[in-house]
Each structure stands twice: as structure tokens, then as C-alpha cells.
């Protein structure tokens, strides 16, 4: 199982980014998708995560920010982060909740990450 991210760039404050997370491999059910990221000296922390019905939740500090959504047929997860800060600066980790067959747990897999800085 491969979890790519990506999306991430350079953008000034107050404008937009896209990130993507595609899973390929040998998947059953995924479960729970979601980000996370980590600044620079700091721990990876929540960001949001959207169950397989489509029910999401966020971080206090991007609530009304950022959207997140998944498509189930292709296996895709988005951030869509609008009205970027500088403190939204980090690398960006996807993660599922993936079964590899069914009589398999849930597992949690993690994308390589992609780099989001926000310049103010």
C-alpha cells in the first residue's frame, strides 16, 4: 500500500491550495482518512479527517478554512485550504485507516508528505 501526496507549494497569505493524497496497492476498505502536519520543531499535529460516510472534523485553528473531502471510487483524499496563514507553514501528511483484506484491522498509512509555505 502507497499513500502519494501532493499539491503543496509557495503561496502568499490569503490565498488557496488544493492538497491530494491518492492510495494505491492492495486495498480492501478504507476507513478514516485524514492530514496532519508538522512545522519546523514541532510535533505532527491533527489537521482534519472525514469518515468513509463523509462526516468531518478540524482542528480548532483551520475550522472554517479548510474543507476536506474524499472520493471512495478512486481512492482519493483533498484539503482544499483557503485564506492561508504563515502559521499554516509545514509538511502536510496524508493518512488512511486501510484494510488489506477483509478479516485484516484497520491499519493507519502514511503519505511522504508535501510541503506547504505560506510567506506573509
Known amino acids: 500500500v502507497q499513500l502519494q501526496a501532493s499539491g503543496g507549494g509557495l503561496v502568499q497569505a490569503g490565498r488557496s491550495l488544493n492538497l491530494s493524497c491518492t492510495a494505491s496497492?492492495?486495498?480492501?476498505?478504507?476507513?478514516?482518512m485524514g492530514w496532519y502536519r508538522q512545522a519546523p520543531g514541532n510535533q505532527r499535529v491533527f489537521v482534519a479527517t472525514?469518515?468513509?460516510?463523509?462526516?468531518?472534523e478540524y482542528a480548532s485553528s483551520v475550522q472554517g478554512r479548510f474543507t476536506i473531502t474524499r472520493d471512495n471510487s478512486k481512492k482519493m483524499l483533498f484539503l482544499q485550504m483557503n485564506n492561508l496563514k504563515a502559521e499554516d507553514t509545514a509538511v502536510y501528511y496524508c493518512?488512511?485507516?486501510?484494510?488489506?483484506?477483509?478479516?485484516?484491522?484497520?491499519?493507519?498509512?502514511w503519505g511522504q508528505g508535501t510541503q506547504v509555505t505560506v510567506s506573509s
Open positions: 493518512y488512511d485507516l486501510i484494510s488489506t483484506t477483509m478479516t485484516t484491522i484497520p491499519s493507519p498509512y
Open positions: 472525514i469518515s468513509p460516510g463523509g462526516t468531518a
Open positions: 496497492g492492495s486495498i480492501f476498505r478504507i476507513d478514516d
